[in-house]
């Protein structure tokens, strides 16, 4: 069946049953496009929110075109309980701390925003990088990367180039691991120096 081939949900106002039903997709839709934002990415369960809430539109449209106030709200319970079970705790890939630097990362986002003044505030050069870090070690080797999002104030030094953007490449950190240091990927296409140490710290 397709789902042209559904009956048109009754136009009457929507059931309590509905309402959440409506709500709480709303809000994983919501979740969903909070990843545009750098700092938002690596706090965003993705995958789990994906595997939850396939096929979503149809079962919706299903759920809405049973006939009886009873039958509808009773599908729209149901909807709720494989979501909230499809999106549970342990469904969902929670992005870990990183266990120690990793010996290797891919770049997925770099940014540098010079010192500037803004309505007589000052501002210091910021830098941001975004970094898709392989599974600890302690865990599977089937794992999944996990995305890591870090600031640091005032780089020291910044130096880009496209070949840190290659895949995954060599990642050398030096310095204190909370403290002033250094990130280096590929080589030197991608070396920043924090002299603040970075915000969350990498390690």
Request: proline fraction near 9%; charge should be positive; aromatic fraction near 4%.
């Amino acid at each position: 069946m397709q789902v042209a081939d559904l009956p048109r949900p009754p136009v009457e106002g929507l059931g309590t049953d509905a309402r959440a039903a409506a709500a709480l997709l709303h809000r994983a839709m919501l979740e969903l496009r909070s990843v545009r934002y750098a700092d938002r990415t690596d706090h965003v369960p993705v995958l789990g929110l994906c595997r939850a809430f396939s096929g979503a539109g149809r079962a919706v449209l299903a759920a809405g075109s049973r006939r009886g106030g009873r039958r509808r709200e009773a599908a729209f319970r149901g909807l709720i309980r494989t979501w909230t079970d499809g999106a549970g705790p342990a469904r969902i890939d929670v992005p870990r701390p990183p266990t120690g630097t990793p010996s290797q990362a891919v770049l997925v986002m770099a940014s540098w925003t010079a010192a500037h003044t803004t309505y007589g505030v000052e501002h210091p050069a910021r830098a941001r990088l975004q970094l898709a870090l392989p599974p600890g070690t302690e865990e599977a080797p089937a794992a999944a990367w996990r995305l890591r999002t870090v600031d640091c104030a005032g780089p020291e030094v910044f130096r880009l180039r496209t070949a840190a953007f290659r895949g995954p490449g060599p990642l050398v950190r030096s310095g204190q691991p909370a403290g002033a240091g250094g990130l280096d990927l590929h080589e030197g296409a991608l070396h920043v120096v924090a002299g603040d140490g970075w915000s969350p710290p990498l390690d």
